[in-house]
């Protein structure tokens, strides 16, 4: 078994990836955080057009 102290870094890996994905309008996609009621929401966000959406792949 892993210790914690190795799951949560390999989770932080998972989170910082160096891959940039680009939209169906050509620009970046970026994760941002908000909070909203209390709770962190987490969305992706096209930096050319603005539009949001839940998860990246569905920016494509």
Same mark, same amino acid.
């Given at each position: 078994?892993?210790?914690? !102290?190795?799951?949560?870094?390999? !989770? ?21 955080? !908000?909070?909203?009621?209390? !709770? ?7 930096? *050319?057009?603005?539009? *949001? ?8």
């Amino acid at each position: 078994m892993r210790s914690l !102290k190795w799951q949560k870094f390999l !989770k932080i890996a998972q989170r910082s990836g160096s891959k940039e994905l680009l939209s169906r309008w050509g620009g970046k996609i970026i994760m941002k955080s !908000k909070l909203e009621n209390g !709770k962190i929401k987490h969305y992706a966000e096209c930096q *050319t057009s603005k539009n *949001t959406a839940r998860r990246p792949k569905d920016l494509f």
